[in-house]
């Protein structure tokens, strides 16, 4: 039986041109700077491509998969449909061992926005000896509506490791939970007499 091909396209190549090569830099199929990135110096070029393909490597090796796409974060950059989306980065005007990293989601509500930039920062962190940089600093475009508590989440999360090098903390909180979730949290011990048989 012939598979079906998957709507999103897939690493090994077979994606009808759907998307760009990860040794390419074409900037209108990326997002633009935010105020993350602004007054700093923007990778572009071969710093962009090459800083980008490491990151498509450390994304594998920690599993930081976009999961409504079911490809690795880092193919979201050079998927032609969401133009406005993935990762720009910046070094730091005073200190070019620090680059910072804002992800633009495709959408102001996805879900995902939290769990993904907390595993770009364990994987570009954790993995710090694959890549130029002393420090990765994260944060969300502030088109996402939890941008702020994602962020703040994020800044826990990058003293955290500055103070300990670890970057396996869980922040407070349940920023990005589904109601779900959260729901289950919240949920009381039920009044029902415990030795009940059912």
């Given at each position: 039986?012939?598979?079906?091909?998957?709507?999103?396209?897939?690493?090994?190549?077979?994606?009808?041109?759907?998307?760009?090569?990860?040794?390419?830099?074409?900037?209108?199929?990326?997002?633009?700077?935010?105020?993350?990135?602004?007054?700093?110096?923007?990778?572009?070029?071969?710093?962009?491509?090459?800083?980008?393909?490491c990151t498509?490597?450390?994304?594998?090796?920690?599993?930081?998969?976009?999961?409504?796409?079911?490809?690795?974060?880092?193919?979201?950059?050079?998927?032609?449909?969401?133009?406005?989306?993935?990762?720009?980065?910046?070094?730091?005007?005073?200190?070019?061992?620090?680059?910072?990293?804002?992800?633009?989601?495709?959408?102001?509500?996805?879900?995902?926005?939290?769990?993904?930039?907390?595993?770009?920062?364990?994987?570009?962190?954790?993995?710090?000896?694959?890549?130029?940089?002393?420090?990765?600093?994260?944060?969300?475009?502030?088109?996402?509506?939890?941008?702020?508590?994602?962020?703040?989440?994020?800044?826990?999360?990058?003293?955290?490791?500055?103070?300990?090098?670890?970057?396996?903390?869980?922040?407070?909180?349940?920023?990005?939970?589904?109601?779900?979730?959260?729901?289950?949290q919240n949920?009381?011990?039920?009044?029902?007499?415990?030795?009940?048989?059912?």
């Amino acid at each position: 039986m012939v598979p079906f091909p998957s709507p999103f396209g897939d690493d090994n190549g077979d994606d009808d041109g759907l998307f760009d090569e990860y040794d390419q830099f074409v900037p209108e199929h990326l997002p633009e700077p935010g105020p993350f990135l602004r007054n700093h110096r923007v990778l572009t070029d071969d710093e962009h491509v090459e800083f980008h393909t490491c990151t498509r490597d450390l994304f594998e090796q920690r599993t930081v998969y976009d999961m409504t796409f079911n490809y690795n974060l880092a193919r979201l950059n050079l998927d032609t449909r969401h133009l406005d989306a993935g990762y720009r980065y910046a070094a730091e005007t005073d200190d070019p061992s620090v680059l910072r990293a804002e992800f633009t989601p495709t959408t102001p509500f996805c879900p995902q926005s939290h769990t993904l930039t907390i595993g770009s920062f364990r994987a570009w962190n954790g993995l710090s000896e694959k890549h130029d940089y002393d420090l990765v600093r994260v944060r969300t475009a502030p088109m996402h509506h939890q941008s702020d508590s994602i962020n703040e989440q994020l800044e826990e999360l990058e003293e955290v490791y500055l103070e300990t090098g670890s970057v396996e903390h869980e922040p407070e909180g349940d920023v990005g939970s589904n109601p779900m979730e959260r729901t289950m949290q919240n949920e009381r011990p039920s009044r029902g007499n415990p030795d009940a048989p059912f």
